[in-house]
Structure formats: C-alpha cells, structure tokens
C-alpha cells in the first residue's frame, strides 16, 4: 500500500536516487531540497517523487501566484501504477488550497499530464546566430557584484512584466543556485550587468540595473569554435541593449554563435542583428500549464486596458469541480471580477460559451490558443457571439518564458 506525504531530510539520498534513475543525472543528497517535495513510499521505501517551486507567473502585466512541479518521478519497477498520477493529483490539491491559482510543468509524459487538466501553454524558445551578426557596441559592463542580486531580480520584473508567461521566483537562493548559475550546463558561468540611473527611458531607479546577461560556454553546432549560451539576456534600454549586444559580439575571435531564450518573436535581438539573410535558426521547446482556481486565476492576471465588457464562460474540470461554473467575467480598466453565473447572466440573454475543457481554457487563459483554435477543435461554437470579446480579452505576445525547472 502506498502512502503520499512529505519526506523528512533523511530521505533526501532515496529522493536523489529515484531522481538520478528517471533523468540519467547524478545527485546527491545535498542537491536535493526537500521543502516543497512530496513523496511516494512504499513503507519506509521512497519510490516517487515531486516538487513545488513557487513562482509568480507573469500574465498581461499582473503577477499570477504559480506552482511549478518538477521532478515528478517513480522507480521502475514501480512505473504503470498509477503511482505519478497520485502523487500529482495530491500535490495539485495542496497547491491549491494554499492559493496557487496556475501550476505550470515541462512535460516528459504529456498524455499523464493532460489526464490532469494541463494543456500546453507556451514556448521555451532559444534563437541562435553568428556572434559577427551582433552590432558593435561599447558601454559599461561589469562582472555581478556582492549586492547586486536584489538589482537583477527587479530588473527582471521590470522585464517579464510586458511579456506573458515569464515565471519569477522570489527566493534569492533559487536565483543564485538556478536561475543565474547553470548548473551542469557549459562552462565558465557568468553573469554581467548594465547599470541603470535614475534618468533613463525604463525609469530604472538610482543605483538599478539598466540590463544584465547570464551566460555560459558551450560546444558549437558548427563543429569548432564555441558558443555563448544566454539564458537570461535582459534590457531595459536601448542604450543597455546596444552594450549587451556589443559586449557579446568581443567573443567574435573564437566564439562562433551566440544562443538566447527570447520572446518567439526574436525582437528585439533579432532586428537588431545585421544578418543578411535568415541566419536565426530557432529551437522551440513547450511548456505545459493548468489553471487551478478559475475565478481567482482570472482576477488575478491582466487584460487590455482598452478592452471592457462582460463574458459567460463554462469550464469542465473533473479534478476539481469547484471549478466548473459557468463564470460571469466582468473586465474593466485591465482587471477582472468574476461570480458564478447562470446562464445569460452576463451576456444579456445569450447562452454562455462552453463548457471549455480545462486543459483547453487553461491553453486560453495563457494566450497559447486563440478563440478560434478553440472552435476548430470543438470546444467553442463558430457561432457564439461572444468569440469576439473573448479574443480580445485574452490577445497579447504569445507565451514563453527563459527558465527551464
């Protein structure tokens, strides 16, 4: 009989061990946090394993309290037993009753996770280029410094707030032990900032940062020379991004490309490369979300300001019925109020649209799939009037995020 619950810090070396086995990596015991970890036991016996980061996820200029699970494995010998579906099911209940309203995954068993209410959400999008297509540029970059990290997280913030799906932690370890430093990736981590002041156009504050880069060396696609991998390359400026692109483009005597995670779009890199041809080649990779709480995941991510009006919308969601509605949306002013509804209640007459699966919505709510994708695969009526307010509630940049967790 298997028993769900917390694992105590001694059971960190079993954790690593299931971990290692599932992923081909090597662990040990003290690479394993076990805050946020829930486990499968059989008996004293760790056989599956999972984890909650916190985040805030980033959704038409609003943070959205987020969960992301990573790490969900099980032994072998005990796979095909259901075992990372309990495991899953209880960690998202827990999650949502301590008021995560999105839980945000990289699958590597999709159809588990789609049993689960996840759709796939966004992209994780990484752009390469020759380094002799960066402009040259000189301004002042300077190795991160001892105070610095409190500068790059709010430059950070400043950043994912015009873009949706970007998750941020706030945890400065999880900064300095993942997000800045690359562990197992490349060689020679670095991150380098720009500084800011309090005059420029992004309104960067007296002693911020104007724009910072987090990067590593690895093995070119060419076959010689090296490529300089950015995972966290950020401005704020104009003036920042010019020195950023400057500063990479010194590698250009060894180095022969440079690789980013950016917004699929490639700009603003991309239009400032002097390539004359095609020379981007992309590598687009997906990211799976699941919207734990309808109503307060609505209220709490942002809408077009521009954009007012009121929406009824069904949602199936067999894991969680409290989520099923139908919701009135009322949108005013780039935020969002929502009560249960009847039907016609906020629509003056008109039937509600749905009900909407909840791994489709939660596609919706990200802004992944579009109103109409969802009537080309059935979950929306060609017909209903209310596509029309719906697209434009939920138009923004397609969504994608740096982080890999």
């Not at 500068?151 to 400065?172: I, K, L, T, Y």
């Not at 749905?354 to 969802?374: E, Q």
């Not at 009037?385 to 138009?395: E, K, N, R, V």
Request: glycine share 12%; charged share 15%.
């Amino acid at each position: 009989m298997l028993d769900i619950h917390e694992p105590a810090d001694a059971d960190r070396g079993a954790i690593a061990t299931v971990v290692n086995l599932a992923f081909n990596i090597n662990l040990g015991p003290d690479d394993i946090s076990v805050p946020g970890t829930l486990c499968a036991f059989d008996g004293d016996r760790v056989v599956g394993t999972s984890r909650a980061i916190a985040f805030d996820q980033w959704f038409g200029g609003e943070r959205v309290p987020c969960t992301g699970v990573s790490g969900v494995t099980v032994l072998p010998e005990f796979r095909g037993r259901g075992v990372a579906d309990a495991l899953m099911r209880q960690l998202l209940e827990r999650q949502r009753s301590t008021g995560d309203t999105v839980s945000v995954l990289y699958p590597a068993n999709s159809p588990l996770y789609r049993r689960l209410g996840y759709e796939f959400g966004g992209l994780w999008p990484q752009f390469r280029a020759p380094v002799t297509d960066l402009p040259a540029g000189k301004g002042e970059v300077r190795e991160l410094a001892d105070g610095d990290l409190p500068r790059v997280m709010a430059c950070f913030s400043q950043f994912a707030s015009a873009h949706n799906g970007p998750v941020e932690s706030a945890d400065p370890t999880r900064w300095t032990e993942s997000v800045l430093a690359h562990k197992g990736e490349g060689t020679h981590q670095r991150t380098v900032v720009v500084p800011g002041n309090a005059g420029s156009p992004a309104g960067a504050a007296e002693g911020g940062l104007a724009g910072y880069a987090s990067y590593f060396l690895e093995g070119s696609a060419a076959g010689r020379g090296f490529r300089v991998t950015c995972k966290h390359l950020v401005a704020l400026t104009p003036s920042a991004l010019r020195t950023l692109l400057g500063y990479f483009r010194r590698f250009e005597n060894a180095a022969q490309e440079i690789a980013w995670l950016g917004a699929p779009s490639t700009a603003p890199l991309g239009l400032a490369l002097a390539s004359t041809g095609f020379a981007i080649v992309p590598t687009l990779s997906r990211w799976m979300g699941r919207v734990l709480d309808v109503p307060r995941a609505l209220e709490a991510r942002g809408y077009p300001r521009a954009v007012s009006g009121s929406v009824a919308i069904g949602v199936e969601d067999p894991l969680f019925p409290a989520n099923n509605g139908p919701w009135a949306v009322e949108v005013a002013g780039g935020r969002a109020q929502v009560t249960p509804a009847t039907r016609g209640m906020a629509t003056g007459g008109t039937t509600f649209a749905g009900p909407v699966p909840i791994g489709l919505f939660s596609a919706l709510f990200t802004g992944l799939a579009t109103p109409g994708d969802l009537v080309l695969l059935g979950a929306l009526s060609k017909g209903d009037p209310q596509l029309g307010l719906l697209s434009d509630l939920f138009a923004g940049p397609v969504p994608w995020m740096p982080d890999f967790f």
